[in-house]
């Protein structure tokens, strides 16, 4: 039997969600004004948004690009962060590198690289892949350096090879840490694709918005944005599911800047 | 008025030491049980029905194998966790809160990592509203006593095991509380400090003989430094018996470790922790 | 070797290497001077912009709303952090919001915050706050729910009032946590200004870019891209001064 306390605890994101809600409609009702539609109105305005197909193609886009600028950061990040942590020279030779990549907002890179590469899908998967990279090559080199020396030898005695060590020992020990990594990649993969949509527009979610922006359109602009947060919050709770499945023997962990875990 | 419960095989009619105050009871601990809630329905008992009478001016070990409460019945004392039945009283008054007339001396030291040493010990005088300049005067005064002049403007990093505790006494003593509660308090300390600080305890606590209640899972610790060791049962945690210990005070440990009293009393509740049924490997 | 000389040189030696590097990519020929201009010429662009009050006006607006984002996000990210940590009742309302919140990239509101509220400081301030704040909120609340109990206890028998351990000891036990989460806060401060600067602005480092980009002027592209790096850079060390004065007593982690 569910007690009404846990019911509630379960609930609560969706009732913060409601409680989020109600205070724009009391916002927008009390600022009257015709750039702030209210909830309401923005809510009606996503079917039309959903049921167009020009953003259809528009969002099928952004979520494209998210895929492969991720899949491609997974592919490369994550091999590159483990040996970084197993091998001493390898770490030495990328760490200044990244340590000076790491402040600078990839997305701020957009103008320059649509100099270098135009403004269509490659310049904005190419800094989505460079802002997910990142978080994922420092938390597979975290927690390849992490792995217990003792592990190792073990495998090694049982006659493992080196890259058959990597793979089923340092992999697995280290996929907590790098699901971590993951998970801000994910984030930072999301606000990069908006961003980069805002900057080089032309396709894309972050270009629907700022297309109903310009036309005025004020509630397209509210229930894109409405469509957006939805993506984020969905993208999370997957991922998180997935993390939950694939690391069911490890401790929980503490994405300290991203939420309460 | 001490209690008097079963005592096996310890002295059978020894006498009451002479005491330095007269008899009154400082600390009344009345049916005391505490229940945990572990998760949902489960609940730990951890202490249970316990019954007993501290005087002023006494020190008492509470001594007992890992998990049996001692630690849990400090506390309640203290006033930071509230028993679930029953109630502690000190000086005739219901313990509700933690208080400056009950100062703890904890195991981890505790110490303010924000402060420095002299910060540290002037912490309580400053909390009742001791004026900086005297506080601070105080306070080297108190570092004196423990052995730590010239430590004042160190931060508890920078400090040993032992010396941290001896911040973490002179901190307590500096608000002058009537009880001292110490938790295990050298059990983190190599064995050649702990000594060193069972001696300097006793001699800071001969001077104005406060009433302590001192938990320890080590016999000879709680034999050498008590006048009374009550010896707990294992969870869930009751008192199996309080042992008198009649020894001559002050007590000099190269003297104590042989005289065979004080072995006999040592032997005596070892054995007596272990009839409490701790698994045996049966070759 | 002078250990406090050595740590200088240590934090120089990745500015240098990037340096070379970028020098070296243009004098091997990888990248033409047109896309990539040599660092040289962008620092002396940037020496020369320095004494304009153009460029000065545009740093100091950039400035504006990157503390006044910053400042917002840690009055309030301290606050309902340590407030959640302590009340339970806080704690149950704080933490759906957070969970739900935390996900949403918010730049997707700066079109909402640029109607609401126009397109010049207040809408920056608001983006940048709005995306500093979950990492100092979080760190604070982490920090101050994981402080040791002994501390509370000590302190609550040294005499001090339950009404006063908040600011006594929790707060001061959290302030390493505080402190991390406020340098991440700040990095992501540095990002969002200049990037809400790219999307829509009339003026500050960001929009300089997005001008320079407009009229190919590569090395004014770059010119701001430097600043805001440096001045991260800069705000960084003086945070870290900071945080090295105010942790003295703390064990290093």
Redesign the interface.
């Known amino acids: 039997m569910i007690t009404p306390r846990a019911l509630l605890e379960k609930s609560a994101p969706l009732l913060a969600c409601i409680g989020l809600l109600c205070v724009w409609q009391v916002a927008s009702l009390t600022l009257q004004t015709e750039s702030f539609p209210t909830a309401l109105e923005a809510i009606r305005a996503i079917p039309s948004i959903l049921g167009d197909k020009e953003s259809l193609v528009n969002i099928g886009a952004s979520i494209r690009r998210m895929a492969i600028g991720l899949s491609l950061a997974v592919l490369f990040a994550i091999p590159l962060g483990l040996m970084m942590g197993r091998i001493k020279g390898v770490a030495s030779f990328f760490n200044p590198l990244l340590m000076i990549i790491y402040p600078v907002p990839k997305a701020a890179l957009m103008p320059i690289i649509m100099l270098w590469l135009g403004v269509g899908d490659v310049s904005k998967t190419l800094v989505i892949f460079l802002g997910v990279s990142l978080p994922i090559i420092y938390h597979s080199f975290q927690g390849g350096k992490a792995v217990e020396e003792k592990m190792l030898w073990s495998g090694a005695a049982m006659g493992l090879s080196a890259p058959q060590r990597m793979w089923r020992i340092v992999l697995p020990s280290a996929l907590p840490e790098i699901l971590t990594g993951c998970r801000t990649g994910l984030v930072l993969a999301l606000i990069t694709m908006v961003t980069s949509e805002m900057i080089a527009r032309q396709s894309g979610a972050g270009n629907i918005l700022f297309n109903a922006l310009d036309m005025a359109q004020y509630d397209t602009v509210f229930a894109m944005i409405m469509v957006i947060g939805a993506m984020g919050i969905l993208f999370d709770a997957a991922f998180e599911k997935l993390r939950g499945r694939l690391v069911r023997w490890s401790k929980p962990q503490h994405d300290m800047p991203l939420s309460f875990s | 008025m001490s209690v008097v419960s079963l005592r096996s095989d310890a002295q059978a009619g020894s006498e009451p030491l002479p005491a330095l105050k007269p008899a009154s009871a400082m600390i009344e601990i009345d049916h005391v049980s505490q229940r945990f809630q572990t998760s949902g329905r489960q609940s730990h008992l951890a202490l249970s029905d316990i019954n007993l009478t501290i005087d002023d001016g006494a020190f008492v070990s509470i001594l007992g194998p890992s998990g049996c409460g001692k630690s849990t019945l400090l ?1 309640i004392v ?3 966790v509230q028993p679930s039945d029953g109630a502690a009283k000190v000086k005739g008054k219901v313990i509700t ?4 007339d ?3 001396v ?1 195991q ?1 030291f ?1 110490l ?5 040493v002299l910060g540290n010990v002037m ?2 005088l400053r ?2 509203g001791v004026k900086k300049a005297e506080a601070e005067a105080r306070g080297r005064k108190l570092l004196e006593m423990v052995g730590l002049k010239g430590y004042e403007n160190f ?3 920078e400090l040993s095991g032992g010396m941290k505790q001896r911040v973490a006494i002179a ?2 003593l500096a ?1 002058n ?1 009537a009880v001292l509660l110490m938790d295990e308090p050298f059990g983190a300390l190599d064995a050649h400090t702990r000594t060193r600080l069972q001696n300097d305890l006793l001699t800071i606590w001969e001077r104005d003989r406060k009433t302590v209640l001192f938990v320890t899972h080590s016999v000879e610790e709680a034999v050498f430094l008590s006048d009374k060791v009550v010896v707990m049962t294992r969870s869930p945690g009751s008192i199996k018996v309080v042992v008198d210990i009649d020894l001559p005070r002050p007590r000099k440990r190269a003297e104590l470790l042989l005289d065979p009293r004080y072995q006999k009393y040592v032997v005596d509740i070892e054995k007596l922790i272990d009839d409490t049924g701790e698994d045996e490997i049966h070759a | 070797m002078n250990p406090a000389l050595n740590k200088v040189l240590l934090g120089i030696t990745p500015i240098a290497l990037f340096l070379a590097l970028w020098q070296s990519l243009i004098s091997f020929g990888y990248a033409p001077v047109t896309m990539l201009p040599p660092p040289g010429a962008v620092f002396l662009r940037l020496g020369q912009q320095l004494f304009t009050s153009d460029f000065l006006h545009e740093i100091a607006a950039t400035l504006v709303r990157l503390f006044g984002g910053f400042g917002i996000a840690v009055v309030l990210g301290v606050t309902i952090g340590l407030a959640a940590a302590v009340s339970p009742g806080i704690n149950a309302v704080v933490k759906p919001l957070v969970r739900v919140m935390a996900p949403i990239p918010k730049v997707a509101l700066y079109p909402a915050l640029l109607l609401i509220l126009g397109f010049d400081h207040a809408s920056k301030i608001t983006l940048v706050a709005a995306d500093a704040l979950f990492p100092i909120l979080l760190s604070t609340y982490y920090g101050a729910a994981m402080v040791e109990q002994k501390l509370i206890w000590s302190a609550m028998a040294a005499g001090t009032p339950r009404s006063q351990i908040l600011f006594k000891v929790v707060l001061p036990a959290a302030m390493p946590s505080i402190l991390t989460g406020c340098r991440i806060g700040l990095v992501i401060s540095c990002i969002v200004v200049f990037l809400a600067e790219m999307i829509t602005s009339t003026d500050g480092l960001g929009h300089m870019l997005v001008q320079a980009a407009r009229t190919f002027q590569t090395v004014d592209m770059f010119v701001p891209l430097i600043t805001i790096s440096m001045l991260g850079l800069i705000l960084n060390s003086l945070l870290h001064g900071l945080r090295t004065y105010l942790l003295r007593g703390f064990p290093e982690v």
């Open positions: 506390y203290g006033g930071f809160g933690p208080g400056p009950r100062g703890p904890f981890e505790a303010f990592p924000w402060k420095n912490y309580g909390q009742q931060y508890p990093k901190r307590t608000y509380p």
